[in-house]
T-cell receptor
Framework: DSGVTQTPKHLITATGQRVTLRCSPRSGDLSVYWYQQSLDQGLQFLIQYYNGEERAKGNILERFSAQQFPDLHSELNLSSLELGDSALYFC????????????FGEGSRLTVL | GESVGLHLPTLSVQEGDNSIINCAYSNSASDYFIWYKQESGKGPQFIIDIRSNMDKRQGQRVTVLLNKTVKHLSLQIAATQPGDSAVYFCAENFGGGYNKLIFGAGTRLAVHP
């Protein structure tokens, strides 16, 4: 158990809909990261937050947004969903702002029908 | 749990043999590298890391080698066990003081008794 909690574990929705994925980092970790894992692309870095502020951005679509709240939990919002958004979404946390080990949650599997 | 179903290269080894998993990274400025193991239905799990000022680091049954000249990383697993069967990812940090890990495509390790 990494200490990172993600909900929901599974989510099925339709194209055009909006969903929110939630992540609680390990106790005391200030950095939260979101990754997308799909069949074709492996693990793709989406975005990082550190203590409530956006720190680094990857290939995150404009339809996706994220935030980190004062209690350090984070949410990833996915809107206008398309079939290609079906993937595993992982949250990871770290106690560091800079390079170091990330602790991953078990992921949220999103299926868009 | 379910596998992510990635179409990955597969390394098949006999139980007890040594395994070597290779990875080519992309950015000569990357300053930190890390290997993760992902079992079916789970999030990636840290194995070992190495910073760019080193060329070798050893852990318990694992060794990571870094060759910056050819931008190559390898993971050696000694006395491979059935529990080592998983997908292995290398990741590089693109530097700049941020923890922006970019993952490789992954290699599936299959250990046969």
């Amino acid at each position: 158990d990494s200490g990172v909690t993600q909900t929901p574990k599974h989510l099925i929705t339709a194209t055009g809909q909006r969903v929110t994925l939630r992540c609680s980092p390990r106790s005391g970790d200030l950095s939260v990261y979101w990754y997308q894992q799909s069949l074709d692309q492996g693990l793709q870095f989406l975005i990082q937050y550190y203590n409530g502020e956006e720190r680094a951005k990857g290939n995150i679509l404009e339809r996706f947004s994220a935030q980190q709240f004062p209690d350090l939990h984070s949410e990833l919002n996915l809107s206008s969903l398309e079939l290609g958004d079906s993937a595993l979404y992982f949250c990871a946390s770290s106690g560091l702002a800079g390079p170091g080990e990330l602790f991953f949650g078990e992921g949220s599997r999103l299926t868009v029908l | 749990g379910e596998s992510v179903g990635l179409h990955l290269p597969t390394l098949s080894v006999q139980e007890g043999d040594n395994s070597i998993i290779n990875c080519a990274y992309s950015n000569s400025a990357s300053d930190y590298f890390i290997w993760y193991k992902q079992e079916s239905g789970k999030g990636p799990q840290f194995i070992i890391d190495i910073r760019s000022n080193m060329d070798k680091r050893q852990g318990q049954r694992v060794t990571v080698l870094l060759n910056k000249t050819v931008k190559h990383l390898s993971l050696q697993i000694a006395a491979t066990q059935p529990g080592d069967s998983a997908v292995y990812f290398c990741a590089e940090n693109f530097g700049g003081g941020y923890n922006k890990l970019i993952f490789g495509a992954g290699t599936r390790l299959a250990v046969h008794p």
